[in-house]
């Protein structure tokens, strides 16, 4: 990681000289004090040099990498396709722009050293991103073929590896992605504040089928009710199931693959705030959810039940609807991964088919512990949380 803000190290080289690259295909990878950033080609061409060796600190914005030769201008003129001005396309650091913009958030930064050609194929012979992807995946990297310099694995690798299905509920032994030592550990005190991510969702659909649904609990003389806090419990948990790369926990040896998807609710008690976890919240239907939270928390405001001892949670849900906040920020838990911030319905315009329409609608933001979980992963979850709210009927099967 680069020691000076505003910097950047180049932490590994992905081509060699000589080689033919595309235009946007991947070259280098550099680490921000943020995020780990990939380093595009910015035309077609063969590697003609490269200046700066992989492990150099201290990059600053729009220095000069390397060079690459346009295959066009290599036809064109022996000249310049010796090395002369019009023959290559510099290769430039593009720290400034990258650090701020959303690919780095697809993996947080790690510290790296280049790779030599010579070392053997492994852990150590693997791209930061392709660590950390093979990681979440929980793919063992002795068992991909690198494609990179060298033999080096690269994330493109990884991607095409098979993958282990549903982690968690497969047998095996759960993967430890980071966090090692007490300090990461579940004895850890004290919340963090994540980096967050806000999406905002059409709550029509849901407003609707939660009406018709109470409507009928009322006409079979139910007395509970279905709230919409009950819909993002139930949508979270299914986009945590669909997204195993999501599902994680600490545990005792640090952030590991989660067993079940437990999803954690923030109460508000004259004690202060305190958690209940629904276990296994995927495999449960609204009306048993709703009718769970409710118990649970009901039986803790009362003083008959205490917070449960195990409170890791694949995430934990805080609500501020009921004091009108539009998008809230939690803070992060110290024993949670994830943690999602629930604020109020409200009716506003909208636009729909080009035309000016007034609906409901919700910000949800999801506040991430980036040394466990990648950006591009929490952005993925969200999505899907958001494609369950916006059609409920999903929700139903």
Known sequence: MSSEEGTATLSAWLVAVGDRVEK????????????????????????????????TEGLKPGALLGRIMP????????????????????????IASAAESE?????????????PSGEGIGRSAATPLARRLAETRGIDLEQVTGTGVGGRIVQADVERSEPVPAMGRAAGAQAVLAGQGAEAGAAAS?????AHL?????????????????????????????????????????????????????????????????????????????????????????????????????SLRAGDGLPQADSAASVVVTSFARFGIETAYPMLPREQVLVLGVGTVLERPVVRDGGLAVGWTLALTLGFDPEAIGGAVAAELLSGLRGHLEDPLRMML
């Open 24 to 55: 946007g295909g991947l070259i280098a990878e550099l680490e921000t004090d943020k995020a780990t950033v990939e380093l595009e080609a910015p035309v077609e061409g063969r590697i003609d040099s490269l200046l700066v060796p992989a492990g």
């Open 71 to 94: 295959l066009a201008a290599a036809k064109e003129s022996p000249a310049e396709a010796a090395g002369g001005p019009a023959a290559d396309e510099a290769i430039a650091s593009p």
């Open 103 to 115: 690919a780095p958030a697809r993996a947080a930064a790690e510290t790296s050293s280049g790779a």
């Open 190 to 194: 004290g919340p963090r504040s994540p």
């Open 198 to 298: 806000v999406i905002p969702c059409a709550m029509d659909a849901i407003v609707a089928a939660r009406a018709r649904l109470n409507d009928d609990l009322a006409a079979r003389g139910h007395g509970a009710r279905i709230s919409l806090n009950d819909f993002v419990v139930r949508a979270v948990a299914l986009a945590l199931r669909d997204l195993p790369a999501a599902n994680l926990r600490r545990g005792e040896r640090g952030v590991e693959a989660a067993p079940a998807v437990d999803v954690a609710l923030v109460v508000a008690t004259q004690a202060g705030p305190r958690t209940v976890v629904l276990r296994d919240a995927d495999r449960k239907g609204l009306a048993v959810l709703s009718e769970e939270s409710r118990s649970s928390i009901g």
